[in-house]
């Protein structure tokens, strides 16, 4: 029966991701509402960015002036007609600053009469790193080190992320004027707040500076960034009206667990998962204990954070699957609990996340492993490996957050 019941969660995992294809959503984007003009200058940055030019330039052709596809490693490969950068991913690398500068080159080329075609997923905040004056690569990696260990949602982080970028908080609009820009958006953000999704390269920032100031003085994270970031911090804002954009939401989490509802006739439980990743496995567990018999199906969405306290490996699907398995501990009623990035990574793994159940923990002791010590130390993906519980699927090739998937007999 869990085999059975594992493979249902991993074919309902597969429906979410091709829900969010972002090949068919640019298709049907450009069909719906046609971009207008002559000459298109064509930029594609995140996990997708791939998928989505190739779509565009299909649909746009000969009209396409210049082409660049700025992505992670996993989701690389050549695209005919597109220049193809690989950029690191969650840490910004020297591939990501000249991506960014590549980017800046060619909006410099595009004039009053032509249009810039922006193709933005989750992963362009990391993927698209140009530093601000004063800011280096490395001090803006170590920033988003230092975020990430501290478990600040994609909201928080890339307010930070937008005062210390040209081109992100609207900075794309201000290097491609006087060409209109016409932005396709695929969310990796839960609510879909256009301004967090990559940090926002064709809309305004977040918050301003005072207001970010602020918030990480709060956090205890002021006096742990390099001096350049807080000085870049500490300038005055500029008063200035940013050129418009175009912006279209094409494809979203919601979307995607909307599409397992359909497939399934199952029920959500959640649509908004977010905060701790210890709160979200402690509700979920309670809600698991305390349903009643019968058959249950029922699907989230969102995207949860963990606080490093070890140096073990693992992200925020593997270390909630582990979590609900340790919260589900002695309940003898067959259960399969499945969360995974959409991307198709998690953390700084080559997994996806974790599919639990039942027997996870007794699996975790036969191969030899505590998995008391490895969840203090933040190394689920080591449990999960001892287990066979690692959900593995590559590069997906697309980015819409995380969806976790509940079966119960």
Wanted: hydrophobic residues 50%.
């Amino acid at each position: 029966m869990i085999d059975s019941m594992r493979g249902e969660a991993r074919a309902l995992f597969d429906v979410a991701v091709a829900a969010a294809d972002p090949a068919v959503a640019v298709r049907c984007a450009l069909a719906g509402a046609p971009v207008a003009g002559e000459r298109i200058w064509l930029v594609a940055v995140g996990k997708a960015a791939r998928s989505m030019a190739g779509a565009a330039l299909e649909v746009l052709g000969a009209r396409v002036a210049g082409a660049l596809v700025v992505t992670n490693a996993e989701n690389a490969a050549p695209l005919a007609g597109a220049e193809v950068h690989v950029a690191g991913h969650p840490v910004p690398d020297a591939g990501g600053l000249r991506a960014a500068e590549a980017v800046e080159g060619m909006l410099a080329r595009a004039g009053a009469g032509d249009v810039v075609l922006a193709l933005i997923s989750g992963g362009g905040s990391a993927l698209l790193p140009a530093p601000v004056e004063g800011v280096s690569l490395e001090d803006k990696a170590e920033a988003s080190r230092v975020m990430l260990g501290a478990g600040m949602d994609i909201t928080a982080m890339n307010s930070v992320r937008q005062h210390l970028s040209r081109i992100k908080g609207g900075g794309l609009l201000r290097a491609a004027a006087p060409a209109r820009v016409v932005a396709l958006i695929l969310s990796d953000v839960i609510g879909d707040d256009l301004r967090v999704i990559a940090s926002g390269p064709t809309v305004a920032p977040i918050a301003p500076r005072a207001e970010v100031r602020a918030m990480l003085a709060a956090r205890g994270l002021w006096a742990r960034l390099p001096g350049a970031v807080r000085a870049a911090l500490e300038r005055a804002e500029v008063a200035e009206a940013l050129p418009g954009a175009d912006n279209r939401l094409i494809g979203s989490n919601a979307m995607s667990v909307a599409a397992m509802v359909r497939e399934s006739g199952g029920k959500v439980w959640n649509s908004a998962l977010c905060g701790d990743v210890a709160q979200a496995a402690d509700a979920l567990v309670a809600r698991m204990r305390a349903v009643g018999p019968g058959r249950v199906l029922a699907f989230c969405g969102g995207e949860t954070t963990v606080t490093l306290h070890g140096d073990g490996a693992g992200g925020r699907n593997q270390e909630l699957a582990l979590r609900v398995a340790a919260g589900m501990k002695g309940v003898q009623r067959p259960w399969v609990f499945l969360s995974g990035g959409t991307d198709g990574r998690d953390g700084p793994t080559g997994a996806a996340g974790g599919m639990t159940d039942g027997g996870t923990l007794g699996r975790i002791a036969a191969a030899g492993g505590d998995w008391r010590a490895l969840l203090d130390n933040n190394d689920s993906n080591r449990a999960l490996a001892l287990a066979g519980d690692l959900l593995m699927t590559g590069g997906t090739g697309t980015n819409v957050a995380d969806v976790q998937i509940i079966v119960m007999a």
